[in-house]
């Protein structure tokens, strides 16, 4: 009876976790199959045949049967956004990807050609050699093939270290690059393209990839003896895996914030001892289909939305054992800030812009980043003290009273959720609004934390105020508490 409960309970995560699976297996069979595809285009000969040099050089590599990925970004743009003619396209250099395993077949043909072929190599530490790109003249036109090495579930594309002429700025090459597995289509001339352009345009702009740094790591393990938590990644890291996914498919951005950036970083995994995953994101892209994408699910399911969409705004999410929060940074000037809320006092952080967002590899799947981690965590626990694990009267720096919830905002400010998804109305949702209100409700109103167009009129007075002029010291007491340190870093 236990595992027929169980595997009910846990359908959902069942079918998810089965979905995920089959598309990332479908996409990489796309790509690998596409061997049998050429064979095929070859021996009909090509339909559009061009005066391009471009389509003279694919016409020699599809001979070889090399797959090639466009991955320009600017081509793409140019092919499939605004839908212009390949032939008309005026570019000295185009970037493909091609699959590191295709690399050997690639140099033993173009030994002898009339192409130019220049390639860039970097030696590992294992003194191997790693060929990471491979240029391409003809007739000053460049096939730019940048090579895709496998890392965890996705690719990475290392730094090309060959000089190039000054007028050529690299889309892949110019830093390392993370390249996640896509479905793919095939263009007239023979070459693959992203199935979904524009979201591939859009994973690009946070492609940027950063390294842990894997010297702390060490000093983690071998100094202060803090190694990873197998229960606690058991609890984490699907539910983290999960929220990724789902903000990636809404093309929505994030990055790990707090503790978790920290754990990333410092641990290369995460801090053994924390007790919460952070995300941020950005408060303009905020839209519904975030609610809607984790009421009620399965994995990490809303708890409760604290603060309203245009202030402070955090969502709780709650896997039955373990808390991720989201919290949302607002622009301001030349910086952002976020909130946290304690009953009616609201806290404020401030963090950097984030003008871009890089990559990173945490439990092999790819996840987004500041660009810059170090000032970051600068930001977030002073200058170079979050290098060292700090454990006792920890004090939030970064953690500014702001002000008090108003009566009407107040009203609105908490919603909190069952794990089906519907607005919780029991007594603990209540209280939680009721305790700190000046106001009698006798309901929680059903908007989502947004103030109604109309003027808000507020429900009767408390026949005994509640909350007067003591309790306000009590509150206090609350503030200092809660800029002391509970959480560890
Ligand atoms: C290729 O060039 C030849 C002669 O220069 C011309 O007749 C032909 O139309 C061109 N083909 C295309 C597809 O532009
Ligand atoms: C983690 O989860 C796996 C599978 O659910 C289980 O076999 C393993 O014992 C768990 N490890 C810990 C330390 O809880
Ligand atoms: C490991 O994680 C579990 C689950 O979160 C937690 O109960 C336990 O205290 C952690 N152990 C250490 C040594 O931090
Ligand atoms: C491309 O991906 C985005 C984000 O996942 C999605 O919203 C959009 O519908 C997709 N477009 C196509 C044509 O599949
Ligand atoms: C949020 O919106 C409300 C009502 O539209 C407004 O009174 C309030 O000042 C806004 N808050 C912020 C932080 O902009
Ligand atoms: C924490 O702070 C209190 C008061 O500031 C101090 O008495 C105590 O020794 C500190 N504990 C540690 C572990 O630093
Ligand atoms: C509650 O109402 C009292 C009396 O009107 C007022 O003095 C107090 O500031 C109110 N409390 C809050 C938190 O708004």
Redesign the pocket.
């Known amino acids: 009876m236990g595992l027929i409960r169980l595997l009910y309970q846990n359908k959902s995560v069942i079918l998810f976790c089965l979905f995920t699976y089959v598309l990332f297996w479908l996409t990489i069979g796309t790509f690998k199959q596409s061997t049998e595809l050429n064979k095929t285009q070859q021996s009909n000969g090509l339909k559009h045949r061009s005066n391009s040099t471009f389509y003279f050089i694919f016409d020699h590599l599809l001979q070889l049967k090399v797959n090639l990925l466009l991955i320009d970004p600017y081509v793409l743009n140019y092919l499939f956004i605004e839908q212009l003619s390949f032939d008309k396209l005026e570019r000295q250099l185009i970037t493909f990807a091609i699959t590191d395993d295709l690399v050997e077949r690639f140099i033993q043909y173009f030994q002898e050609t009339i192409f130019s072929i220049t390639i860039s190599e970097n030696i590992l530490s294992n003194h191997k050699t790693s060929i990471d790109h491979i240029f391409i003249e003809y007739k000053q036109k460049i096939i730019h093939l940048a090579i895709l090495h496998k890392y965890k579930s996705f690719y990475l594309i290392e730094e090309n270290i060959l000089p190039l002429s000054e007028n050529i700025q690299l889309s892949y090459g110019d830093t390392l690059r993370a390249v996640e597995p896509v479905e793919v289509n095939v263009h007239e001339y023979s070459f693959f393209y992203p199935?979904?352009v524009?979201?591939f345009l859009?994973l690009y702009q946070t492609s940027k990839f950063l390294h842990c740094n894997r010297v702390l790591a060490d000093e983690m393990e071998d100094q202060f003896h803090l190694y990873q938590n197998a229960s606690q990644l058991n609890l984490t890291v699907t539910p983290m895996k999960n929220i990724a996914y789902g903000l990636?498919?809404?093309?929505k951005h994030y990055w790990l914030a707090g503790g978790t950036l920290l754990g990333w970083y410092r641990h290369c995994g995460l801090i053994p001892f924390t007790q919460d995953a952070d995300f941020g994101l950005f408060a303009e892209e905020y839209d519904e289909s975030i609610r809607n994408y984790f009421l009620g699910n399965p994995i990490a399911y809303l708890w409760g939305a604290l603060g309203l969409v245009n202030d402070s705004l955090e969502f709780r999410l709650y896997t039955g054992r373990f808390t991720l929060d989201l919290f949302w940074a607002y622009r301001e000037g030349d910086h952002r800030w976020c909130g946290y809320q304690v009953h009616r006092a609201k806290f404020r952080r401030t963090l950097p812009l984030l003008e871009t967002l890089c990559s990173c590899d945490l439990f092999g799947t790819r996840f987004s980043i500041p660009c810059s981690p170090t000032s970051y965590l600068d930001g977030e626990y002073g200058k170079d003290k979050w290098k060292s694990p700090l454990e006792k009267n920890y004090t939030w720096i970064n953690m500014k009273f702001h002000s008090l919830w108003n009566d009407i905002s107040w009203m609105y400010a908490v919603r909190l959720y069952t794990r089906q998804g519907k607005l919780r109305t029991d007594q603990f949702a209540f209280d939680w609004i009721s305790n700190h209100f000046n106001y009698s409700i006798t309901s929680i109103p059903s908007f989502f934390n947004i103030l109604p167009n109309e003027p808000v009129t507020l429900p009767p007075l408390k026949t005994k105020l509640v909350y007067g002029s003591p309790i306000k010291k009590k509150k206090s007491r609350k503030k200092s508490k809660s800029t002391r340190k509970k959480r560890l870093i």
Do not use: A, G, K, P
């Open positions: 199935q979904n524009s979201h859009w990636n498919e809404l093309e």
